[in-house]
């Protein structure tokens, strides 16, 4: 009764069994009558999506604005004796700097106007030039000869009864220097290296110096300059063996990229992706929630051999995805063309079985 049962319960199928008693060795081929199977070739293609991105580099370099005032003093110092009678004191004449505090360089640069620190100003003061004036700086001459003396000290001494006249240069100059960001030094045009983070030093031809320190953050957003913002291809591959799991790729007349998304980093709320290339990175977000502003590169941070390796790379990924495209194309079509070999041989068999055999 079981036999029956399992014998009832078996699917009927069609087949075609064929002996070539004609050749020494024995080849059993077994055929569907039913069709040929589909051309299933496992071929998965990439995930293809458009996201925005910012593509920005890490920076070695920047530009610092600094501010210069070189304030130059000749005084002569003489004692105004009776009858207006002039002679000559210890340490008349002198030539020496005068101290300069940030303020009063950058009111003398912005409204032209130096003050002297006895009620005196010098006005009309020219940017970017050497601005050279007299004046008395104690005491009073007539144009009859006459003269009064007064007290007047400065840093080599002191004198009653006497005079002073001086001539004093007015140096002021602005400029943009550059700054290196991983030393944290700013390089002046003498070549005098300063402590970023002081924010003034002295330099040897200019005079007092002065810039605005670099704001500090553990971010550190200043070190980074965007290179590309806006639309990008997100390429991801389905396949398990994959080299490049994620790519970023752009084509443009101006800009072309491809680069591959590497382990992730966090930074102040931010998820950067790195890429093959050391100090590329990309930002991977929605337009107005950017890591950091789009301006102008410094040249210094302009890497040749990065942009160049870059486009090697994009060459090396559109070879290998044509490469893989071009071998599934021509497999499909074998296949392709194998399924209707089989499809006439099998109609071939419904019609003529017996030379079906021998075929």
């Not at 009776?82 to 002679?87: F, G, L, P, V």
């Not at 003269?147 to 001539?167: F, R």
Request: proline content about 2%; some cysteine.
């Amino acid at each position: 009764m079981l036999l029956i049962i399992l014998v009832s319960s078996l699917q009927c199928v069609y087949g075609l069994i064929g002996y070539d008693c004609g050749g020494q060795h024995l080849n059993i081929t077994t055929v569907s009558l039913l069709g040929t199977s589909e051309c299933d070739l496992g071929y998965q293609k990439p995930n293809s999506s458009h996201v925005y991105v910012q593509l920005f580099q890490l920076s070695e370099y920047n530009y610092a604005e600094i501010y210069q005032c070189k304030i130059e003093l000749f005084r002569t110092v003489q004692y105004c004796g009776m009858h207006s009678h002039i002679s000559a004191v210890s340490n008349g004449r002198m030539e020496y700097f005068l101290e300069i505090s940030p303020s009063k360089c950058s009111r003398a640069i912005q409204d032209s106007i130096f003050s002297l620190g006895t009620g005196g100003e010098i006005n009309g003061l020219k940017p970017n030039s050497t601005n050279t004036h007299s004046f008395m700086l104690a005491g009073t001459v007539g144009y009859d000869g006459r003269c009064e003396g007064t007290q007047y000290s400065d840093p080599y001494g002191t004198w009653n009864n006497v005079i002073v006249d001086a001539l004093i240069q007015i140096t002021l100059k602005t400029a943009y220097v550059l700054l290196n960001l991983n030393s944290g030094k700013i390089m002046l045009k003498s070549g005098t290296v300063c402590d970023l983070t002081r924010g003034t030093c002295v330099d040897s031809e200019d005079g007092h110096t002065f810039w605005k320190p670099m704001p500090t953050s553990s971010c550190n957003f200043h070190q980074y300059d965007v290179l590309y913002e806006g639309l990008a291809t997100k390429l991801i591959s389905q396949a398990e063996d994959s080299t490049y799991a994620t790519v970023y790729s752009l084509v443009t007349q101006d800009l072309t990229f491809a680069l591959t998304a590497a382990h992730q980093q966090s930074l102040c709320g931010y998820t950067l992706h790195n890429t093959e290339h050391p100090k590329l990175f990309i930002l991977e977000t929605v337009k107005g929630n950017t890591f950091t502003h789009r301006g102008s590169i410094h040249v210094g941070n302009l890497d040749i051999f990065t942009y160049v390796n870059s486009k090697f790379v994009y060459v090396e990924k559109h070879i290998k995805q044509q490469m893989t495209s071009l071998y599934h194309n021509v497999m499909q079509h074998r296949c392709e063309l194998e399924r209707e070999v089989i499809k006439n041989t099998l109609s071939f068999a419904f019609l003529q079985p017996d030379e079906f055999d021998i075929a």
